[in-house]
């Protein structure tokens, strides 16, 4: 009996050590860069320095992004022994010359890999070589590792990424892990244990409401992302997150479709990972990327997504419960028409199943700040009317008073 429970213990103890994820990272969704949405493959060290310098003039660093992430295409060679080694052109000077430097900016240092043999881009994959990749990472001083799905032939998602998290766990640094596999395996079922964010869709792509067929995959535009997070919301929470893919602000959408993207990621307390050259940027999507009101919505310390509470007529509105009994509101404008809109508060109960919370318009009044505007604009004590231009959002948060 003595030794049943001493080898339970031992078990205890071994799965307390080996198999784990890291607790206490992304407690609010990761914020960060990611070089795929812009440059693709065509990625050197020279072009990452530059960005990470940009994310700090810009203010973007200050403002709560945090991770600068290099997509497909780092990886050279493996060495005799197996280990990854950067690709010598667009690499020469290493990856841990490059921690060092983006960790001196006080920013953290991301890399991707893939579960298959080969990554998406066809360089070396993880496949056989997950523990020594994540040693490898560690002593880089990687923080964040985006783990993709493809060639993974004769693989089981949720063993292939168990084996990953145990490895980085193992390796000892923490290391945010990001499950890309796209949604086909339904991860939001299986993710919270291993990762710390999963996609949920293929990949998004810089247009309103397009889907691009590449044969053997599509890619999707903002609204149709939008809409296939419909469900999701009850597997998300700190230190877990629905992905709904990286930021195409500034990539060549309209102002209108740029803030009414991010906007609505806020809503999804999504990861806002953007995906623009950030060198070299406009005003006007900088201001988007850097609007703190709207990066606070998303990153709410409670971590409930928002939800649709009306549709009509390409017309939506969300709202997403937030700390200290707030509330954000979104009206989104699917259509190219403006749309006027009147919400009477008064006469509306809101409740959220999931989050059992509920708005009180009938007792509480709440104050009204219009956060791409900066300023307040009423109270819920009369109805709202506002003009929404087509392809865009009105996005509010209702301030609740403060005893
Ligand atoms: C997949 C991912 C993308 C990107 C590319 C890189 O398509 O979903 O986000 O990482 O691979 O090849």
Avoid at 27 to 38: I, L
Avoid at 74 to 102: C, H, N, T, V
Avoid at 274 to 298: C, F, K
Wanted: charged share 25%.
């Amino acid at each position: 009996m003595r030794r049943l429970l001493l080898s339970l213990a031992g078990l205890l103890v071994t799965g307390v050590v080996f198999g784990q994820k890291f607790e206490q990272l992304a407690r609010t969704p990761p914020m960060g860069w990611n070089s795929w949405n812009h440059f693709g493959c065509n990625i050197n060290e020279q072009i990452v320095r530059e960005v990470a310098e940009a994310m700090v003039r810009s203010g973007m660093r200050d403002a709560g992004y945090e991770y600068v992430i290099i997509d497909d295409c780092w990886q050279g060679e493996r060495d005799s022994l197996g280990f990854i080694q950067p690709d010598p052109e667009r690499f020469p000077s290493g990856m841990k010359a490059l921690a060092d430097y983006i960790h001196s900016l006080g920013l953290k240092f991301g890399i991707y890999s893939d579960a298959g043999d080969r990554t998406c881009a066809g360089r070396p994959g993880s496949r056989g070589h997950e523990y020594q990749d994540a040693l490898t990472y560690a002593r880089w001083g990687v923080d964040y590792l985006k783990y993709d799905w493809c060639h993974t032939e004769n693989l089981n998602p949720i063993g292939a990424y168990t084996t990953m998290r145990d490895a980085l766990y193992a390796a000892g640094r923490p290391i945010v892990f990001s499950i890309c596999e796209w949604g086909t395996n339904e991860p939001w079922k299986w993710g919270r244990t291993i990762g710390h964010l999963w996609r949920t869709t293929g990949d998004i792509t810089n247009c309103w409401d397009c889907v691009i067929d590449h044969g053997t995959w599509k890619s999707w535009g903002i609204l149709q992302i939008l809409d296939r997070q419909d469900g999701l919301r009850i597997y998300a929470g700190p230190g877990h997150w629905n992905d709904p893919d990286m930021l195409e602000v500034g990539n060549g959408m309209r102002v209108s479709e740029d803030r009414a993207h991010f906007s609505m990621w806020a809503m999804l307390a999504a990861p806002l990972i953007a995906g623009n050259d950030v060198r070299h940027m406009s005003e006007t999507t900088r201001a988007i990327l850097t609007n703190r009101e709207v990066i606070a919505v998303d990153q709410d310390t409670l971590g409930i997504q928002g939800f649709p509470y009306r549709r009509e007529a390409g017309v939506e509105i969300w709202f997403r419960p937030l700390a200290g009994g707030d509330w954000a509101m979104a009206i989104l404008n699917r259509t190219e028409t403006p749309r006027t809109v009147t919400f009477n508060f008064r006469e509306t109960y809101i409740f959220d199943d999931f989050s059992r919370r509920g708005t009180f318009f009938d007792r509480i009044t709440y104050r009204l700040r219009d956060l791409w505007a900066h300023r307040d604009i009423g109270t819920t004590e009369t109805p709202l009317t506002v003009e929404v231009p087509g392809h865009d959002v009105v996005m509010l948060r209702l301030i609740a008073p403060k005893p």
